[in-house]
């Protein structure tokens, strides 16, 4: 099992900056890949960002690779995602999640987050 809980969300203006942080617990997290999904009301959980094990790797969403970053310290056994120019489109609950394999599908992912809310007012 690997817990993990996001932190950082909140109400920032369009424009603005925020990091998010994923802390992970359980198994060792240097072996899972990790990814960030968000999902605003009424839609599906989408696909923003991965990153390999290592951290030697990552992978975006189209629209989020140019102002959204990925990164993780295993030293730490956590991940962050640090999103800048933040739009109101971006406004959705962001849930960090495990995997085995990375990727950009949901159901390559182990373990999940209880998400953390991230509101971005114009």
């Known amino acids: 099992q690997v817990q993990l809980v996001e932190s950082g969300g909140g109400l920032v203006q369009a424009g603005g900056s925020l990091r998010l942080s994923c802390a992970a617990s359980g198994r060792t997290f240097s072996n899972y890949a990790m990814g960030w999904f968000r999902q605003a009301p009424g839609t599906e959980r989408e696909f923003v960002a991965a990153i390999t094990s290592s951290g030697a790797t990552t992978d975006y969403a189209g629209s989020m690779k140019d102002r959204f970053t990925i990164s993780r310290d295993n030293a730490k056994n956590a991940v962050y995602l640090q999103m800048n120019s933040l739009k109101p489109e971006d406004t959705a609950v962001y849930y960090c999640?495990?995997?085995?394999?990375?990727?950009?599908?949901?159901?390559?992912?182990?373990?999940w987050g209880q998400g953390t809310q991230v509101t971005v007012s114009s």
């Open positions: 999640a495990a995997a085995w394999v990375w990727g950009r599908k949901r159901g390559m992912y182990d373990y």
